[in-house]
Every structure is written in structure tokens, then in C-alpha cells.
């Protein structure tokens, strides 16, 4: 794959963390916020996806395919047609440096290598319902400094309803 993806052509790039098909294809949640993250992304996914070029990696295959199996189905079909980015040296040694910086959790090692992944392959958003650790403002800025640190330009980490 091309280093830089969006040389290619002339739209953004978004990098879909796996949140993105997960509340996409589940069913309609009780829990209010999650109900409206749910109707946000599906009225993005149809007025808004096409204005971008859309990439995603093993990691989002790998855990869209974990859990119930009928789930896992759907999530699979709405991925289907995104080119993968490479995992490469480069994205595994920029995500050690992000964990190890101590920002995430050493269980977060998946959510650090997505904010790699992103970064080393020049993907202009990394779009999440991670609030937790992707789409959070405080911990975005340590990154990006790790990010550059490493000269890499970090992707704007976002919800669908920042990309809107």
C-alpha cells in the first residue's frame, strides 16, 4: 500500500475504528446515548461516507468478527469493500511508544496501534465512538506529541458527529 493514501485522490481519508460498524449494524440500544450515537453514525454512513476515502486494517477485521456470530456477519459486510492499511515496523513501533507513554492502559495496546496505523499511513481522521481513549481531547493532544515526536502527522481523532 501506498504510504500515503490520500495522494491518490483528492478526498479526506477517514481510518473507521471498529465502534464505527458496531453501532452501525446492532440493534437500536435502550441506553439514550448510545441510541443517538447509533442514529448519528447511520445518517453519517448515508450522507456523509461517500465524501471520503474510507480505509480500515486487520485490527477492525479481527474485532468485528469477534462476538455473536450473526453480529459479526453484518459488521463483515459492511467492511467488505475497504482496502486494508499495513501493519508495518513502523506502525508497531509508534504504537509501543503511545503505550508506553503510559496515556492508555496496557490493555488499550488495539486502540494505540489504530492511532498508528492512522498516523504512519497519513489518514487525515481516525473516526471512533472510543471516548474512553480515541475521541478524548486530553489524551488526543499527548498523542499527537508522540505522534510527531516520531514524525508522524497524527489523523484528528473524531465521532461521526464531528465529521459531519
Not at 133 to 145: E, M, Y
Amino acid at each position: 500500500m501506498d504510504k500515503w493514501p490520500h495522494c491518490i485522490n483528492m478526498k479526506p481519508t477517514v481510518y473507521l475504528e471498529t465502534t464505527i460498524p458496531s453501532y452501525l449494524t446492532s440493534r437500536l440500544s435502550r441506553d439514550l446515548v448510545i441510541a443517538g450515537h447509533q442514529q448519528v453514525t447511520k445518517e453519517w454512513w448515508e450522507k456523509r461516507l461517500g465524501a471520503f476515502e474510507v480505509y480500515i486494517s486487520q485490527l477492525v477485521i479481527d474485532e468485528a468478527k469477534a462476538g455473536d456470530p450473526d453480529a459479526a456477519r453484518e459488521r463483515m459486510l459492511i467492511l467488505r469493500d475497504f482496502p486494508l492499511l499495513d501493519i508495518t515496523p513502523e506502525v508497531g513501533n509508534l504504537a509501543s511508544a503511545i503505550l508506553g507513554s503510559g496515556i492508555f492502559p496496557r490493555k488499550a495496546v488495539t486502540d494505540a496501534a489504530h492511532i498508528a496505523i492512522a498516523a504512519v499511513h497519513g489518514i487525515d481522521f481516525l473516526l471512533t465512538w472510543n471516548c474512553a481513549h480515541l475521541a478524548n481531547a486530553a489524551i488526543a493532544r499527548d498523542v499527537a506529541k508522540i505522534c510527531r515526536e516520531y514524525n508522524w502527522v497524527p489523523a484528528t481523532i473524531c465521532t461521526p458527529e464531528e465529521l459531519s
